[in-house]
């Protein structure tokens, strides 16, 4: 464990370095100053918006498991997201399955397997935008690179996930032969448990909602890039538009896949830069614009998340434990 947080922790700082490096820091910091922040409030409340639409999706998956309000589902994301902003390692997932699991009185796997089945849609929907910013941009090389990664490990789960659920001895018997005895118990009886969250799929009442919210998430997340542009009149400067927000987030989308520290410093910084580079913006301007548009990504929703986790009286420790909520 601390071999990986290190190793996060090195490739933030790599990417802080290359994000930095030979910046205008008078162009940066002119940008910084004449921005109109007042742009910055329909970003977050468009955020906001697809935080709750995402807890409405989240609901349709626990639906198979049991029918939820769309607030305490809210409510643990939230936590989640803090946590994910502040801790290493990913933990904010543990801990949203934990507060979802603890205020709705199920098991921890349960949740944690909704959980898993909240991130494959994710991967998806950044497929399929990939498609499309790939179709009709040139894209570099190395987010090209990055998204077939990316494709690759979403077709190996989808494939999995499919066979788990469809011939699940079958599968987990080939799983047996590929794990020592002790670990495949565990792995078994985690499993088989997770099928829970993927009931779902098994329902086709659910897809149109699922399919309609995913798409929905994506486009507020390109509003936000886009309302943020306005902020530093990118428009007005160099004539990008809705179009340059969709691939600013994709290529972010996509670099932040690469594990780092906490809240993607850096990590973030550097590719959405890197998307802005390809509409003519200038070093300092496109780091000027990537702090901004980190912190209204982070600060807000780390705030509400604390609020929460402070609110719902919840414990980290226990979050990571393997009990079950009672």
């Not at 109109?36 to 409340?45: E, R, S, T, V």
């Not at 538009?241 to 809240?263: H, K, N, R």
């Not at 580079?277 to 200038?282: A, D, E, Q």
Request: a positive charge; one cysteine or more.
């Amino acid at each position: 464990m601390k071999i990986r947080i290190a190793i996060g922790l090195l490739v933030s700082a790599l990417f802080v370095y290359l994000a930095f490096h030979k910046v205008d820091f008078h162009q940066m910091l002119s940008a910084l100053r004449s921005a109109n922040y007042i742009w910055l409030i329909p970003a977050i409340l468009a955020m906001l918006t697809s935080h709750w639409i995402r807890a409405v999706r989240w609901r349709a998956i626990m639906s198979p498991i049991k029918d939820c309000h769309v607030h305490p589902l809210f409510s643990a994301l939230m936590v989640g997201y803090a946590a994910n902003n502040l801790l290493p390692l990913r933990l904010g997932e543990f801990l949203r399955a934990y507060a979802v699991a603890k205020s709705q009185t199920i098991s921890k796997t349960s949740a944690f397997a909704t959980v898993i089945v909240e991130r494959l849609l994710d991967l998806m929907s950044l497929l399929l935008f990939l498609g499309l910013t790939v179709l009709l941009f040139p894209l570099p090389p190395e987010v090209k690179t990055a998204g077939y990664a990316v494709a690759g490990l979403t077709f190996f789960l989808i494939v999995f996930v499919v066979f788990l659920m469809a011939k699940t001895d079958a599968t987990m018997g080939l799983v047996r032969k590929l794990l020592p005895q002790k670990i495949f118990k565990v792995v078994d009886k985690l499993m088989r448990s997770f099928l829970d969250g993927f009931e779902v799929f098994r329902k086709s009442e659910h897809y149109l909602l699922v399919a309609v919210t995913s798409v929905a998430i994506w486009l507020l997340y390109a509003a936000v890039v886009y309302l943020a542009f306005f902020a530093f009149d990118f428009q007005g400067h160099y004539d990008i538009g809705v179009y340059a927000s969709l691939v600013v987030l994709v290529i972010i989308s996509v670099g932040i896949t690469i594990p780092s520290s906490p809240g993607f410093v850096g990590t973030y910084h550097w590719f959405c830069m890197l998307g802005l580079s390809l509409f003519g913006v200038p070093k300092g301007e496109a780091l000027s614009f990537a702090i901004v548009s980190h912190a209204i990504n982070v600060v807000p929703f780390t705030i509400i998340g604390l609020a929460y986790f402070w609110r719902e009286n919840l414990s980290l420790s226990v979050a990571v434990s393997g009990e079950k909520a009672s």
